[in-house]
């Protein structure tokens, strides 16, 4: 089988009958409603049968599936997935076309469109719809994104082979079909800017006080990324009730019978100044091969193994002094830093910090439950709350499984989950971060991966909230019914969405009030709502159907989603409101084509783009299973092939089977990681050299990083019988504030520290130390930095 650049195509040389995608999302505030459609036509001289496996967000609630065929359009029926099967199945051995959209079941965001019997030159479009709440970002913005990546996910020994798996790729750039993308936001309160990382067409607002805009992305789009869309409005942080009336049409009993209710909190808490010492971390980072890949498909991309790297190092920085941690690498086996989570000191800190600089993706697959099981029997420590920070590519085939892990040991400890590069399944970062009460981030493209991992860390240094619970305050008439749980962990600058039905019935002119209520270091918060109860009818039950997929989420990840009892439930949310579960799917019959198809369609898997074609040390030899679940000789490199790289063993996995893995790590000489190590952004230089109790040695290093010289810093210390580290301090401090302002969330905890230790060493020489360091780095800093 010959090379190509990027992926080989492991499919035939036939034509791929998915010519084109059309997407039209409609933004309002915090909800996208998007309709996609795929238009097909069959060039082979027989039928065809084309599957195509797409990416969905997990919290994606879809709602509508038709057909348009022959000028006629069928809309599809929502039916339990067997039975949709089935009635697929018969139509396509009856010669008629039939139409099936299905949730893949190993993991929620992964989507499988089949078209069967397509006749040879006819034409066919399906047309899917969802709907989606949007997550806020740290600087503000409304990220929506659609996925377009959907990377190949590594199937564990003896676990059923993922779909993902079997779909053909090819090269970048040679994706035969386009995508068509248009965009409609609007916000009450105005739209100050919408950016992307995509080119897109200039944004034009549609009307006179900009509240609504349009843009749509610009030709020459690859497939070689997710298409993200950030829209910027002028007030973001304002809680909000939406209340949406009954379906006329909907049947009694029902959830879409009674009105629905959209509850967005943003909690308020009180300044605090002080973080707690207290916790036990532990950081679960993905070695797998596919940590190699870039984090984007640019040339000298950082690859997602170094920005984790240098994130982890960072974190072990900003850890207080008196908590415990440890590290754990996974891939196809595990290996821990550390027999057992250790006190955080400067030997444990420095001990660590040496071992993550030599830490290379080197681990074959992606298998994260095992490592997740050995935590887990781990015992914790009752005085240090355990905090589980996961870092991965998201890649994993048995996702379902690893939810049910994290969801079964909930009680005992936070998952904060971090998906690496475009195609991280959304599935496994919100689905382990749900259950475990923490936060997830996505880092993709250009983003840094740095500040949205500090802000995860604060979240969980933050004093607890305790207690939490709604109180309602309807006409006597209504009773509040919660489709969605009470939130069961609050962090601050974080919107809390709750789904509610009403029961009973609603006067006229009649108000509502709801308070969310909650315990912070022992003083209670009330985050009061006041609502009319106005109901109007809607097109677009938009509330109801994320309502719906809240609770299909909540009943499918919970701890009884295998009885008979939660399927039924499940079943009848999914049915009555038209939303697709892990237990229904979508399937449409033409019952009225004019020519029955004669004989069974060739099938036809539709190719996704290969993101990997920069990594040459993907190259595997036969029979070996890479960290993406690459297949043998799956991967080439884009450049004419290297020499082959050298073939190390490694320790024998879980398995039993040595896992082998491509490096040149070796083949580095001691001046290229000298030099790699000299172009390290300067803000990382310094962090590399914080001492844990948050200190500074007084050292060339430091000096070198300062824009200095080690002579004229001794030189200029103003009170030389204090210990040199309080100067050398006082000066890190000061280059922070003016050499890195724009940088601040990722380094605020590191000052923290750092100021913490110098109250306790300078005394009154404190003002001496801040006017000599300005002097010494030629720079102005305000005074109440040191609190004074």
């Not at 209520?517 to 009319?532: G, M």
Request: glycine fraction near 6%; proline fraction near 6%.
């Amino acid at each position: 089988m010959g090379f190509c650049c990027g992926l080989i195509i492991v499919a035939s040389k036939k034509q791929v009958p998915l010519r084109g995608i059309s997407v039209d999302v409609q933004v309002k505030g915090f909800v996208a409603d998007v309709t996609a459609t795929l238009k097909y036509k069959n060039v082979e001289e027989k039928a065809v049968e084309a599957v195509f496996v797409f990416p969905m967000d997990e919290d994606s609630a879809v709602y509508r599936f038709e057909a348009t065929i022959e000028g006629k359009t069928i809309v599809a029926e929502l039916q339990e997935k067997e039975k949709a099967h089935k009635t697929y199945d018969e139509a396509i051995k009856q010669g008629q076309q039939a139409f099936l959209l299905e949730e893949d079941q190993s993991s929620a965001d992964i989507f499988t469109c089949t078209v069967g019997n397509l006749p040879p030159g006819e034409e066919a479009e399906v047309t899917l719809s969802y709907v989606r709440e949007l997550p806020l970002e740290a600087d503000g913005a409304v990220r929506f994104v659609l996925p377009a990546v959907l990377n190949p996910r590594y199937t564990p020994k003896g676990e059923e082979q993922s779909v993902t798996a079997i779909r053909p790729f090819v090269p970048i750039g040679g994706i035969p079909y386009t995508l068509h993308l248009s965009a409609h936001f609007q916000s009450a309160y105005g739209i100050s800017e919408i950016k992307s990382n995509c080119n897109l067409t200039p944004v034009e607002y549609t009307d006179g006080d900009k509240t609504a805009a349009k843009v749509s992305l610009a030709e020459g789009y690859k497939f070689e990324r997710d298409v993200e869309l950030l829209a910027y409005y002028k007030e973001v942080n304002k809680p909000s009730v939406t209340v949406e009336a009954a379906l006329a049409d909907a049947k009694a009993g029902s959830s879409m019978a009674d009105p629905a209710v959209m509850l967005n909190f943003y909690p308020s808490f009180p300044e605090i100044q002080e973080q707690s010492n207290r916790g036990e971390f532990i950081f679960l980072m993905d070695r797998s091969g596919s940590m190699e890949c870039p984090m984007y498909s640019e040339p000298d991309a950082p690859k997602r193994i170094e920005s984790a790297k240098e994130t982890l190092v960072l974190l072990l920085k900003s850890l207080p002094l008196g908590c415990y941690f440890n590290i754990f690498g996974f891939g196809s086996h595990f290996e821990s830093f550390f027999p057992e989570s250790m006190e955080y000191t400067q030997q444990t800190m420095d001990d660590a910090v040496k071992k993550v600089n030599e830490m290379e993706a080197d681990l074959g697959g992606t298998e994260i439950l095992q490592p997740l099981k050995k935590i887990y029997k781990t015992a914790g420590r009752p005085e240090h709350p355990r905090q589980l920070f996961v870092f991965t590519d998201g890649e994993v085939g048995n996702t379902k499984q690893v939810i049910a892990e994290v969801q079964r040991n909930s009680s005992n400890h936070r998952c904060f989950a971090f998906g690496i590069g475009e195609g991280a399944s959304t599935s496994l970062i919100k689905g382990i971060s749900r259950a475990a009460n923490g936060t997830c981030e996505f880092i993709s493209g250009k983003d840094r991966m740095q500040p949205k991992v500090l802000k995860a860390l604060k979240c969980s240094l933050q004093p607890t909230v305790d207690d939490i619970s709604l109180e309602w305050a309807l006409p006597t008439a209504l009773e509040a019914v919660l489709l969605s749980k009470t939130p069961s962990a609050i962090f601050k600058g974080q919107k809390s969405i709750v789904y509610v039905q009403l029961k009973g019935k609603v006067g006229d002119g009649a108000e509502g009030e709801v308070c969310l209520k909650y315990k912070f270091k022992n003083e209670t918060i009330n985050n009061v709502l006041k609502f009319p109860l106005k109901l109007e009818s809607v097109k677009r039950p938009t509330i109801h159907r994320l309502a719906a997929k809240a609770l299909i989420s909540e009943l499918e990840y919970g701890t009884d989603a295998d009885s008979e009892e939660v399927k039924k439930r499940i079943l009848e949310a999914s049915l009555q409101s038209g939303v697709v579960s892990s237990l229904t799917a979508y399937v449409a019959v033409n019952k009225d084509s004019k020519k029955p198809v004669e004989g069974p369609p060739m099938r036809v898997d539709i190719p996704a783009p290969g993101l990997f074609q920069n990594s040459a040390r993907f190259f595997a030899a036969p029979g070996l299973r890479l960290g993406g679940g690459m297949r043998p000789m799956a991967m080439a490199c884009s450049a004419p092939m290297p020499r082959m790289m050298k073939m190390k063993k490694k320790k024998m996995c879980n398995s039993g089977e040595p896992v082998v893995y491509s490096s040149d790590i070796q083949d580095r000489s001691i001046e290229e990681q000298v030099a790699r190590k000299a172009v390290a952004p300067p803000l990382y230089r310094l962090i590399s050299l914080q001492n844990a109790d948050g200190s500074w040695n007084l050292s060339s290093e430091l000096a070198s990083v300062l824009g200095t010289s080690e002579k004229e810093i001794m030189a200029k210390n103003p009170a030389p019988s204090i210990d040199a580290s309080v100067w050398a301090t006082v000066l890190a401090v000061i280059w922070l504030h003016t050499s890195c302002p724009d940088q601040k969330e990722e380094w605020e905890l590191l000052e923290g520290k750092a100021l913490a230790w110098v109250k306790t060493k300078a005394g009154a020489s404190i003002g001496e130390f801040i006017k000599a360091g300005k002097d010494v780095l030629k720079c102005s800093v305000d005074p109440k930095v040191f609190c004074l």
